[in-house]
C-alpha cells in the first residue's frame, strides 16, 4: 500500500503531469541506486540557485527528486511571496527544504527550528552546502507554549512528534516560545509550521508574533495529528480567524488566492493569510521559477 500511494502521488503531482514516465523511471532508478549501487548522499539541483542532500530514507527529500517540488502549491507561494529584505520562519524545519527556497533561492533571512539532533545536523549541512550561513540563524529546540523540555521521537524521518507515554526510543529536547526567541528580532512575513500535531502549542506560544500585522501569512499542517495531544484542529483555524487571516488554496499556474471556507481548510495543510490585497500583488509580480525546464 505504501508503495502504491509513493507511485499515485508521483504520477498524480503537478509537476509530473507532463513527465509521468520520466518520474517513474526516476523513482525506480533511486530506489535501484540507493538500495544497491550507492548508499551514499547525493547532491540534487533542487532549483536554479540551491542544492540538496539527499540519502536513502528521507521523505521530504526523495518527494523533491522524483517531483521537483514536492509541496508543489505551498513552496511555490513561499517561491512567489517572498522577498530578499523578508524574514522567514521555517519552524519543524526537518533538512530544511523550506530553508533552502526562502534564503537559498530567493535571498531571505529564516529562523530554523529543528529539535532532532541528527536531523539537524542534516540541516546545517544543506546550509553550508548552499552558503547560507549568513542568511540562516538556527535553532536545536522544539516550539511550544512555554519554556521547558519535552520528549521527542527519533526514528521516523519527517514523522518525528512529541513523544506519547508509551513510546520508546526518544530522546529530551528544550522547548522555547516563538514570541520568546523572535523577541525584538523582524517579524517573520511567512511563518511555516509543521510539527507532527504540536501546532497548537507553537501558535499558543506565538500570540505576539501572530498580532504583528508585518506577519502575512502562514502555512500550517491541520491534519487531525493533534488529536493525540488533545487539540483539535478547528479551534487553531479559529484561533487564525480571529487574528485576522482567513484560509486560502494557492494555485501557482494563475498566481491566485483562492479563498476556501474556514471548516473546509481543516484536514489539509492549509495557506492562512492577512492583508489579500499586498499578498496577492507581490505573487502576480514576483519572477518566474524553472521546475523541470518549465518556468512558473
Known amino acids: 500500500m505504501k508503495l502504491y500511494n509513493t507511485i499515485k502521488f508521483i504520477v498524480n503531482h503537478p509537476l509530473n503531469k507532463q513527465r509521468k514516465i520520466k518520474a517513474i523511471l526516476n523513482f525506480l532508478k533511486w530506489q535501484i541506486s540507493s538500495r544497491y549501487l550507492n548508499p551514499y548522499p547525493i547532491i540534487y ?18 518527494g523533491n527528486l522524483y517531483c521537483g517540488l514536492h509541496e508543489y502549491a505551498d513552496m511555490m507561494f513561499l ?19 523550506y530553508t533552502i527556497l526562502a534564503s537559498g ?11 532532532i539532533p541528527a536531523t539537524f545536523s542534516r540541516l546545517m549541512g544543506n546550509i553550508v552546502l548552499n552558503k547560507m550561513e549568513n542568511k540562516t540563524i538556527t ?4 516550539l511550544g507554549s512555554k519554556k521547558g523540555n519535552i520528549k521527542f521521537t527519533k526514528s521516523f524521518d519527517t514523522t518525528n512528534h512529541v513523544a506519547a507515554e508509551n513510546e520508546i526510543d526518544v530522546l529530551v529536547v528544550p522547548v522555547a516560545t516563538l514570541d520568546s526567541v523572535l523577541e525584538n528580532q523582524q517579524i517573520p512575513s511567512l511563518l511555516k509550521i509543521d510539527v507532527e500535531g504540536f501546532e497548537a502549542e507553537v501558535i499558543m506560544g506565538g500570540g505576539e ?23 483539535n484542529d478547528s479551534e487553531i483555524s479559529t484561533k487564525l480567524l480571529e487574528t485576522g487571516f482567513s484560509p486560502y488554496v494557492y494555485i501557482p499556474k494563475l498566481r491566485k488566492l483562492v479563498e476556501l471556507c474556514p471548516y473546509k481548510s481543516v484536514g489539509i495543510n492549509t495557506l492562512y493569510v492577512r492583508d489579500v490585497d499586498f499578498v496577492s500583488k507581490r505573487l502576480e509580480c514576483a519572477e518566474k521559477i524553472k521546475i523541470f525546464e518549465k518556468y512558473f
Do not use: W
Not at 45 to 62: D, N, S, V
Not at 79 to 97: V, Y
Not at 139 to 142: G, K, P, Q
Not at 209 to 231: C, F, P, T
Open 139 to 142: 535553532f536545536n529546540i522544539a
Open 45 to 62: 539541483p533542487f532549483t536554479e540557485k540551491t542544492r540538496l542532500i539527499i540519502e536513502k530514507g528521507m521523505q521530504g527529500a526523495t
Open 209 to 231: 508574533v501572530l498580532k504583528n500585522n508585518a506577519l502575512k501569512a502562514i502555512l500550517i499542517e491541520l491534519n487531525g495529528s493533534g488529536k493525540k495531544y488533545g487539540y
Open 105 to 115: 533561492h530567493v535571498g531571505a533571512k529564516t529562523f530554523c527550528f529543528e529539535p
Open 79 to 97: 517561491l512567489h511571496f517572498l522577498r530578499k529584505e523578508d524574514t522567514f520562519a521555517d519552524i519543524g524545519a526537518n533538512i530544511g527544504s
